[in-house]
């Protein structure tokens, strides 16, 4: 379980799409520490059942490849930005992940634990 900072209800996820770069980026607000990385990545594996295809952890980055029925991801860390997740375009797996984690999130008062 982790400690969350989110003083009143706002949305879990900021949604970006890269037209440059074709990508689409989910980002994780109020849950941006470096330890809920590996709750978010227990909640991938466990509701969804991605496989880890690569990883790499930095010191202050950590940056693993995600792969769901044919379908790849990124699951980052970076010390400066927090928690997020993208893919090369904006996809329904994506959207419902963020869905997910907006449903299950977005009432939590500050100073909870969550637990995936």
């Known amino acids: 379980m982790m400690k969350i ?8 996820i900021n949604k970006i799409y890269n037209q440059e770069n074709q990508r689409a980026e989910y980002y994780i607000l109020g849950l ?18 991605v496989e880890v295809q690569s990883f790499s952890d930095g010191i202050i980055t950590r940056k693993y490849e995600l792969l769901y029925q044919g379908e790849c991801f990124t699951l980052e860390h970076h010390g400066d930005i927090g928690n997020y997740f993208y893919g090369i375009q904006k996809s329904r797996f994506l959207e419902e992940i963020a869905n997910d984690f907006e ?11 969550v637990e995936l």
């Open 5 to 12: 900072n989110n003083p009143q209800s706002f949305n879990v």
């Open 32 to 49: 941006e520490d470096w330890a809920f990385f590996d709750t978010i990545l227990s909640f991938l594996k466990k509701s969804y059942g």
């Open 103 to 113: 449903e299950k999130l977005k009432d939590i008062p500050f100073s909870k634990e």
